[in-house]
């Protein structure tokens, strides 16, 4: 199972080499239009805590791993010139302290002119001498990181890229295609983990055993959440005691290959009765919303009708009554339903230019009332996002509600009812096609003979 998600999977060997040629051709566009010859991609450095000698997890410039699968190389560079092949600045330490790096090999190397280095203050013999002619992406942190190159991150180079980054090649799609299986393998266990009556943290030990990663190597943090805890959106505590009784299980996670995320949502009851019927209905309106995901859709249009679609289930469950435009419009929605539909996911999990319109940097603002849609763009064929509807009992936000014309709409009691279970969310990474959507998280189950 590993080396199906490695660079050693001979599958991704021919995609690869397609996807480098892209990649190349997106450099060549940027660098014409930044009147620059050359693009230096700085890998990024180890960070420490404060007065410690101890990093944090290193975490790729995905610039970086936009050409080459190394999530774990600092102190690395690629040179791209166009017109000639590029330039991999490989840093190899020799230490006795850590396991380095091994020799540059995979399905990836032949593509690269390799220049390996065992002191970080070499990787300047590598670069080209003309520095003014020079464009240096990633994060400095230190000036002599730069080796003398003063334009560092160019907005309008950073917004061409972004963009462009938003559609998926075969080989990134491929990435993203096991990223999903790898996920649902620990989706599965999860779930078994939770009707075997374990803690939060025992469940979370056991997602982190079948995607065989560690916490670092997650693309973020798990969401392990029984009872109450599924309505925090982003609760990571993971409680080491398991509750006397668990009714709800909400679980947010994903798996990384070569660098590309997954990021998937599933919500479990306990027991056969309403709750378990609330997950079902939401089942439905998540696979409703996908079914109207194409190219030319305007995100935020999709972003508001699943808000219709929320009132209608609202009102069929008996929290709240009245039309889905009324339930819209007085926010009884958006206290069920707070944050956004989804989001651009590719090398980062919420993957850059959500909100960009073209390269000078226009932004496309979210609907009023919605802040926190992260997507507001028109859907391109083959860009991958989350569609991630949500319903919690959120006391903060409902508390709001007291006092205005939504507070007669809300049904206080089935509310009440609800609150034990904390909330339901239910979250796919799909593929935009010209004419619809390919599924990469339903797919994924399928291939496990799981449910989804």
């Given at each position: 199972?590993?080396e199906?998600?490695?660079?050693?999977?001979?599958?991704?060997?021919a995609?690869?080499?397609?996807?480098?040629?892209?990649?190349?051709?997106?450099?060549?566009?940027?660098?014409?239009?930044?009147?620059?010859?050359?693009?230096?991609?700085?890998?990024?450095?180890?960070?420490?805590?404060?007065?410690?000698?101890?990093?944090?997890?290193?975490?790729?410039?995905?610039?970086?791993?936009?050409w080459?699968?190394?999530?774990?190389?600092?102190?690395?560079?690629?040179?791209?010139?166009?017109?000639?092949?590029?330039?991999?600045?490989?840093?190899?330490?020799?230490?006795?302290?850590?396991?380095?790096?091994?020799?540059?090999d995979?399905?990836?190397?032949?593509?690269?002119?390799i220049?390996?280095?065992?002191?970080?203050?070499?990787?300047?013999?590598?670069?080209?001498?003309?520095?003014?002619?020079?464009?240096?992406?990633?994060?400095?942190?230190?000036?002599?990181?730069?080796?003398?190159?003063?334009?560092?991150?160019?907005?309008?180079?950073?917004?061409?890229l972004?963009?462009?980054?938003?559609?998926?090649?075969?080989?990134?799609?491929?990435?993203?295609?096991?990223?999903?299986?790898?996920?649902?393998?620990?989706?599965?266990?999860?779930?078994?983990?939770?009707?075997?009556?374990?803690?939060?943290?025992?469940?979370?030990?056991?997602?982190?055993?079948?995607?065989?990663?560690?916490?670092?190597?997650?693309?973020?943090?798990?969401?392990?959440?029984?009872n109450?805890?599924?309505?925090?959106?982003?609760?990571?505590?993971?409680?080491?005691?398991?509750?006397?009784?668990?009714?709800?299980?909400?679980?947010?996670?994903?798996?990384?290959?070569?660098?590309?995320?997954?990021?998937?949502?599933?919500?479990?009851?306990?027991?056969?009765?309403?709750?378990?019927?609330?997950?079902?209905?939401?089942?439905?309106?998540?696979?409703?919303?996908?079914?109207?995901?194409?190219?030319?859709?305007?995100?935020?249009?999709?972003h508001?009708?699943?808000?219709?679609?929320?009132?209608?289930?609202?009102?069929?469950?008996?929290?709240?009554?009245?039309?889905?435009?009324?339930?819209?419009?007085?926010?009884?929605?958006?206290?069920?339903?707070?944050?956004?539909?989804?989001?651009?996911?590719?090398?980062?999990?919420?993957?850059?230019?959500?909100?960009?319109?073209?390269?000078?940097?226009?932004?496309?603002?979210p609907?009023?009332g919605?802040?926190f849609?992260?997507?507001?763009?028109?859907?391109?064929?083959?860009?991958?996002?989350?569609?991630?509807?949500?319903?919690?009992?959120?006391?903060?936000?409902?508390?709001?509600?007291?006092?205005?014309?939504?507070?007669?709409?809300?049904?206080?009691?089935?509310?009440?009812?609800?609150?034990?279970?904390?909330?339901?969310?239910?979250?796919?990474?799909?593929?935009?096609?010209?004419?619809?959507?390919?599924?990469?998280?339903?797919?994924?189950?399928?291939?496990?003979?799981?449910?989804?």
């Amino acid at each position: 199972m590993q080396e199906e998600y490695s660079d050693r999977n001979p599958a991704l060997a021919a995609p690869y080499a397609a996807h480098v040629a892209t990649v190349s051709a997106r450099f060549d566009a940027a660098l014409e239009r930044a009147g620059a010859a050359h693009a230096v991609i700085f890998s990024g450095a180890a960070h420490y805590a404060f007065l410690d000698d101890r990093p944090y997890p290193f975490a790729a410039n995905p610039h970086f791993l936009s050409w080459v699968p190394l999530t774990a190389m600092p102190s690395s560079y690629i040179v791209h010139t166009p017109g000639e092949t590029p330039v991999l600045v490989y840093y190899q330490p020799k230490d006795y302290w850590h396991v380095v790096p091994g020799a540059p090999d995979g399905f990836w190397a032949e593509h690269f002119d390799i220049r390996v280095i065992h002191d970080p203050d070499d990787a300047g013999r590598h670069l080209p001498e003309s520095r003014d002619k020079c464009i240096l992406l990633g994060e400095i942190t230190d000036p002599d990181q730069a080796f003398g190159i003063e334009r560092v991150n160019p907005q309008t180079t950073l917004n061409l890229l972004h963009l462009d980054r938003g559609r998926k090649t075969a080989y990134e799609l491929e990435c993203m295609r096991l990223a999903s299986r790898r996920a649902v393998a620990g989706h599965r266990a999860a779930r078994d983990a939770f009707e075997q009556g374990l803690s939060e943290f025992a469940i979370h030990q056991r997602y982190c055993a079948a995607v065989a990663q560690t916490d670092n190597e997650l693309p973020y943090g798990n969401i392990i959440a029984l009872n109450e805890h599924g309505a925090v959106l982003h609760y990571t505590d993971l409680d080491r005691e398991r509750p006397a009784v668990a009714r709800s299980f909400l679980i947010d996670a994903g798996a990384e290959v070569l660098g590309y995320a997954s990021d998937v949502t599933r919500t479990y009851a306990a027991d056969a009765g309403p709750f378990r019927d609330l997950i079902g209905r939401m089942e439905e309106l998540q696979l409703a919303v996908v079914g109207r995901v194409r190219a030319g859709v305007d995100f935020r249009d999709l972003h508001i009708e699943t808000h219709r679609l929320l009132g209608g289930v609202l009102t069929d469950a008996g929290l709240a009554s009245g039309d889905a435009d009324t339930l819209l419009a007085t926010g009884v929605t958006s206290a069920f339903f707070p944050h956004g539909l989804g989001h651009l996911i590719g090398l980062q999990v919420h993957d850059v230019a959500g909100h960009l319109s073209d390269v000078s940097g226009t932004r496309i603002d979210p609907p009023s009332g919605h802040p926190f849609l992260r997507l507001t763009r028109v859907l391109e064929e083959d860009m991958v996002v989350t569609i991630e509807p949500g319903l919690y009992i959120i006391d903060l936000l409902l508390e709001n509600l007291r006092g205005t014309p939504a507070e007669n709409l809300v049904h206080w009691d089935e509310v009440e009812r609800l609150r034990p279970f904390g909330g339901i969310r239910i979250e796919d990474d799909v593929r935009v096609l010209a004419n619809g959507a390919e599924n990469l998280t339903r797919d994924a189950f399928a291939l496990s003979s799981g449910n989804a």
